[in-house]
């Protein structure tokens, strides 16, 4: 290994950076029992801590290891006795969501991977929170060591070939410009790569079951944390909202009424967010028949859509703005639900009957996750389409 990368080890060590180069690190058998404890001290030190209460992301990514949850993933995998870990992981964090990079992380452990994960260039608190917890468990659990780095580096093209060049499977985070440029760096020829591309999200809200709903105050709650909390950043976040049913405009009054009583009370708009809002919008006027609904302050931007089409996706942006539409039938969705739309959370109709719909008769090109409204930040092992312990694992094949 060359001497002169300029790396900062957050957790690990120059030294088990070499043993990973040296192909010491022996890959585990998926949710092998030893992650499950090493996971278990992780989550309940993470819960237990006092800075963790300030950020709700960590406190559910805590929960989200905890030993239960982990167990109710486990009986997806049928095969865990024949699957091993691929080996090293090389996780290319996303600058934009604080804990994107833990969830990686775990996944390719319970996969049975050891992983080098280049942290967010973004300094979040977050980040510097699990990254120290981790290293107070670590060691405790020592022989885990060799199995843990998060590092970070500048945009250094020499230590993201080297990183490549050791690992078994790559996983970008971070949109398609990322993803070409880190693919300058090539792989293995018997490595694998999963990438996460530039993705946009949609919610549909059936406008007589919202008005009918007792908690509205719930779900503006609900809908924030999936779009605030990240700054609808995460391509989970929804850029458009979708109205089905009679009562559209009395619904879209309450809902968004409700939700703007979350929003003055916890978010903070700052003035280049604004101009970047209006710039937006400006963009958007000058290629498509849209209003601007009008609204007692900036920290709710709506915009009326006169029709779907495929390239509304590109006008997609942050810091609360919404492109919204009133559908006669879910099927007006489909324009939207190219290889980029990721995720279509609802509320008011039924989950079944809106995955039935939206695949049987509209099958798209994309949609790669269904969720109701407050769940779209949820992480699970199956995700953009990818069955994330079976892509980072390799099954035995025995007769």
Same mark, same amino acid.
């Given at each position: $290994?060359q001497q002169n990368?300029?790396?900062?080890y957050v957790?690990? =060590? !120059?030294n *088990? %950076?070499q043993? $990973?180069?040296?192909?010491s690190?022996?890959a585990?058998?998926?949710? =092998? !029992?030893r *992650? %499950?404890e090493?996971?278990?001290?992780f989550s309940?030190?993470?819960?237990?801590?006092?800075e963790?209460?300030?950020?709700?992301?960590?406190i559910?990514?805590?929960?989200w290891?905890r030993?239960?949850?982990v167990?109710e993933m486990?009986e997806?995998y049928?095969d865990?006795?024949v699957r091993?870990?691929?080996?090293?992981v090389f996780?290319i964090a996303?600058?934009?969501?604080?804990?994107n990079?833990?969830?990686?992380?775990?996944?390719?452990?319970l996969?049975?991977n050891?992983?080098?994960v280049?942290l967010p260039s973004?300094?979040?608190?977050?980040?510097g929170?699990?990254?120290?917890?981790?290293?107070?468990?670590?060691?405790?659990?020592?022989?885990?060591?060799?199995y843990c780095?998060?590092?970070?580096?500048?945009h250094d093209?020499g230590v993201t070939?080297?990183?490549?060049s050791?690992?078994?499977t790559?996983?970008i985070?971070g949109?398609?410009?990322?993803?070409a440029?880190?693919?300058t760096s090539?792989?293995?020829?018997?490595?694998n790569?999963?990438?996460?591309?530039d993705?946009?999200s949609?919610?549909?809200?059936e406008?007589?079951?919202?008005?009918r709903?007792?908690?509205?105050?719930?779900l503006?709650?609900?809908?924030?944390?999936d779009?605030y909390?990240s700054?609808q950043?995460?391509?989970?976040s929804?850029?458009?909202?979708?109205?089905?049913?009679n009562?559209?405009g009395a619904?879209?009054c309450?809902f968004?009424?409700?939700?703007?009583?979350?929003?003055?009370?916890?978010?903070e708009l700052?003035p280049v967010?604004?101009v970047?809002?209006?710039t937006?919008?400006?963009?958007?006027?000058?290629?498509h028949?849209v209003?601007?609904?009008k609204s007692?302050d900036n920290f709710?931007?709506?915009i009326?859509i006169r029709?779907?089409?495929?390239?509304l996706?590109?006008?997609k942006l942050h810091?609360?703005f919404?492109?919204e539409?009133e559908?006669?039938a879910?099927?007006?969705?489909l324009?939207?639900c190219?290889?980029v739309?990721?995720?279509?959370?609802?509320?008011?109709?039924d989950g079944?009957?809106l995955?039935?719909?939206?695949?049987?008769?509209m099958?798209?090109a994309g949609?790669?996750?269904i969720?109701?409204i407050?769940q779209?930040m949820?992480f699970?092992?199956?995700?953009?389409?990818?069955d994330l312990i079976r892509?980072m694992?390799?099954?035995?094949l025995v007769k």
């Open positions: $290994m990368f300029n790396i900062e957790v690990g =060590s !120059e *088990v %950076l043993n $990973m180069a040296a192909g690190v022996s585990l058998p998926i949710f =092998s !029992e *992650v %499950l090493f996971l278990h001290a309940k030190m993470l819960m237990q801590d006092s963790t209460r300030a950020f709700p992301d960590v559910t990514f805590g929960f290891c030993r239960a949850n167990h486990m997806e049928d865990s006795s091993l870990g691929r080996g090293i996780h996303p600058a934009n969501v604080a804990v990079f833990a969830y990686s992380f775990v996944t390719a452990l996969a049975g050891a992983s080098m280049r973004k300094d979040f608190p977050q980040v929170i699990i990254c120290r917890i981790l290293n107070v468990v670590l060691e405790k659990f020592s022989d885990m060591q060799s780095l998060m590092l970070r580096y500048g093209k070939d080297f990183l490549s050791i690992c078994q790559r996983i985070w949109g398609d410009k990322t993803i440029d880190i693919r090539p792989l293995p020829p018997r490595s790569e999963i990438t996460f591309a993705r946009c949609l919610a549909i809200i406008s007589s079951a919202y008005l709903c007792e908690n509205k105050a719930d503006a709650n609900k809908f924030y944390n779009t909390l700054d950043n995460a391509c989970t929804p850029s458009f909202v979708i109205w089905l049913g009562d559209v619904a879209q309450e968004w009424q409700n939700l703007h009583v979350c929003v003055k009370d916890r978010y700052k967010q604004a970047d809002k209006l937006a919008l400006y963009r958007l006027g000058t290629a028949d209003r601007l609904v007692e709710i931007t709506r009326s029709r779907l089409t495929a390239d996706l590109d006008y810091s609360g919404f492109m539409y559908a006669a879910v099927d007006d969705i324009p939207l190219g290889r739309c990721q995720t279509v959370s609802y509320y008011g109709v079944k009957w995955r039935d719909k939206i695949f049987s008769s099958a798209p949609v790669d996750r969720v109701p407050g779209t949820d699970g092992l199956v995700w953009d389409g990818y892509e694992s390799r099954r035995i």
